[in-house]
């Protein structure tokens, strides 16, 4: 009966250090599921290519700022090209004063005053200038379109020297990247930071659609 006892509790003992040895290997698990979404998650610069460098590895690096009124994290980044990046369209020439949009992913680590933190792309879209696709401006009347929330237009004044009066209107497509994100944010005399795709009608003033409307950030 002793000797049954004493196996008993060998067993007993063994399978508790068992269960500890699980537990303290669960524990230092690194990261969350949140942390590990967040590392993979795709993020998106855009700036104007103002120089091309060599990174230590042998890959392009495109150097790049922000536009006027944006603001995407961190004033100028250097882009690394690899032989995985797709650039598109293919048939447009990237060069110095080309605006590009970089999908990319972790984050911009800020570095010294004297160093550029860098990003590896996984795609880069070659948009049309900045000045072609970017307006900043005042917002001077607001028009909504009936009891449709979401909807409307507003005219604004340039804030650029030598710029013009412009009317953009706004839907369900037009992403909010204000304070609340909604339209309620738009009031008159508010700066806003507007990026549409370029065309616009012939009339005065010219109409686009915006397909993004910012807070204005004064970055010059």
């Known amino acids: 009966m002793k000797k049954k006892i004493t196996l008993f509790c060998c067993i007993s003992m ?3 250090l068992l269960g500890c040895s699980k537990k303290e290997e669960l524990t230092e698990t690194p990261g969350t599921v949140e942390e ?26 495109w150097i790049l700022q922000q536009a006027e009124g944006t603001d995407f ?6 882009v690394i090209i690899d032989e995985n990046t797709k650039v598109y369209p293919e048939d447009q020439g990237v060069g110095n004063g080309s605006y590009l949009e970089v999908m990319y992913k972790g984050e911009i680590l800020k570095t010294g005053e004297d160093s550029i933190p860098s990003v590896k792309a996984l795609e880069v879209k070659n948009l049309m200038q900045a000045d072609m696709v970017t307006y900043n401006g005042e ?7 009936g009891e ?16 013009s009066q412009w009317l953009f ?33 012939r009339s005065i003033p010219p109409q686009s659609t915006a397909l993004e409307i910012r807070d204005y950030v004064n970055n010059r």
């Open 14 to 16: 063994f399978l508790f």
């Open 36 to 61: 590990n979404q967040k590392e993979d998650e795709i993020k998106m610069y855009r700036g104007i290519m103002e120089d091309v460098a060599v990174d230590n590895e042998g890959n392009t690096a």
């Open 73 to 78: 994290g961190i004033e100028r980044i250097q």
């Open 139 to 145: 917002i001077i009347e607001i028009q909504k379109e």
């Open 148 to 163: 449709e929330a979401g909807s409307g237009s507003i005219l604004l004044e340039p804030l650029n020297e030598g710029g």
């Open 169 to 201: 209107h706004y839907g369900p497509e037009t992403e909010f990247f204000t304070s609340s994100g909604k339209e309620e944010d738009l009031k008159v005399g508010g700066k806003v930071n507007i990026f549409f795709d370029g065309s616009s009608t």
